[in-house]
């Protein structure tokens, strides 16, 4: 049995090595994963049976391969919550949390508020929101089969109910037009030629990536946004940190919204637009 500091150390050089910024944290996090223990437990550990030693060093092999961390652990944490991911679904990033931050206020102030969350990937947006605002009617928008398979897991025995559809199409949630309170989208908003990290590269490309400029899928989820809304719901949508002066400008273009701003990310970057239904 090796000593769990010795594993840690060495483990932390590799990645490091490899090209990951979060080196120490991410083994922290894989031992944790292969020991089937939280991370804060960690220091309580001195030794490592061999069995998870050996667990340990496959998905230690893997993340040096810069596989995401959130692939091989088979969740990633979004708010109060762990949603399931792995090949095929767009992994929940920190910076999208920010969606859920910028409706909580407006849906708080309902009952029994009305979401839809375009292009939801896992669904994180949705189930986050149904989370923090009890009795909220949420909705999964998806068009990826290999990303619906993702988004049912995730969505059973929950509020939020899956429509595998794809944002373009005009007649989508036809039967919610004008009644939803809030609608949010993590788009694929990279323009093409955009230089990504590896871990980005394991994302599907169609959820990343979105013409020359990043904006081609914009125009339609501002459609179909403007078509569910009442008057006074709510759009959040975030976008790359390119875009902070196109994608208020892509709003401002359009007559049915107010209220339209521009929002920073944690680390100062232009990361979302929001914007008000007249």
Not at 133 to 159: I, Q
Not at 198 to 227: C, H, S, W
Not at 241 to 256: F, H, R, V, W
């Amino acid at each position: 049995m090796a000593s769990s500091r010795a594993l840690l150390t060495t483990a932390t050089a590799l990645l490091g090595a490899a090209g990951v910024d979060s080196a120490r944290v991410d083994a922290e996090l894989l031992l944790a994963h292969s020991l089937g223990v939280k991370r804060s437990r960690l220091m309580l550990v001195d030794t490592v049976p061999t069995e998870a030693e050996a667990v340990f060093a496959k998905a230690l092999a893997r993340r040096v391969l810069r596989e995401p961390l959130q692939y091989i652990l088979g969740r990633a944490p979004f708010r109060n919550l762990d949603v399931l991911v792995g090949p095929g679904v767009f992994i929940p990033r920190p910076e999208t949390e920010l969606l859920v931050d910028a409706v909580l206020p407006a849906l708080r102030a309902v009952v029994s508020p009305v979401v839809v969350d375009l292009c939801a990937g896992t669904g994180a947006l949705a189930l986050a929101i149904a989370d923090e605002v009890p009795g909220t009617r949420g909705y999964a928008v998806e068009r990826s089969a290999a990303a619906l398979e993702w988004l049912r897991r995730n969505t059973a025995g929950t509020t939020v109910q899956v429509v595998a559809a794809d944002v373009r199409d005009p007649a989508l949630l036809v039967e919610l037009r004008s009644s939803v309170d809030a609608v949010v989208c993590n788009p694929p908003y990279v323009p093409r030629d955009q230089s990504v990290e590896p871990e980005v590269r394991a994302d599907p490309d169609e959820a990343v990536f979105a013409g020359p400029d990043g904006l081609a899928l914009m125009p339609a989820v501002a459609a179909r946004a403007a078509q569910l809304l009442r008057a006074g719901g709510v759009l959040a949508v975030e976008h790359d940190d390119t875009q902070g002066e196109s994608m208020p400008a892509l709003l401002s273009q359009l007559d049915c919204w107010g209220e339209i701003r521009a929002h920073l990310d944690l680390a100062g970057r232009p990361r979302y637009v929001s914007a008000v239904r007249h």
